[in-house]
């Protein structure tokens, strides 16, 4: 019995471990060299930009780095995370295709976009995001 509870006990501490350091000690992955040109090509497509890095709570087998893109003059950020590979973004785009308040969540190469909090009032904008972001062809 008190194997089993210290087999247990083990195990919840391993699993809180693991999500308090994802979650709040890991550091925050840099931009990188992708989202920096997406980021031009938004600018080049019209869509004044700012790129951040932002902390994400995945694994980095599923995401290797997480951004946002701050539009300027726009009160709400779209974001940005890029996976290891296109297989694994096609994978993660179904994961966060039924979160509540994203709307068209889109996927190009190894790049997976979602507009978080982005509702009906935002079609305008959206649909210039969706056209530029389609429009993107990654580095390889």
Known sequence: MRLTVTLVLTGVLLFAGEWIYRGFLRPIDPLTPDVLALADHFRSSGIDVRPYP???????????????????????????????NAAVAATHLVSIAGSPNLM??????RLVMFLPMWGDDTADMARRVHGAFSSFHERT
């Open 54 to 84: 932002v902390r994400h709570n995945f694994r980095h087998t599923l995401v290797t780095a997480a951004a946002a893109f701050e539009i300027k003059g726009y009160p709400l950020p779209m974001s940005i995370d890029v996976c290891p």
């Open 104 to 109: 068209g969540p889109m996927q190009n190469g």
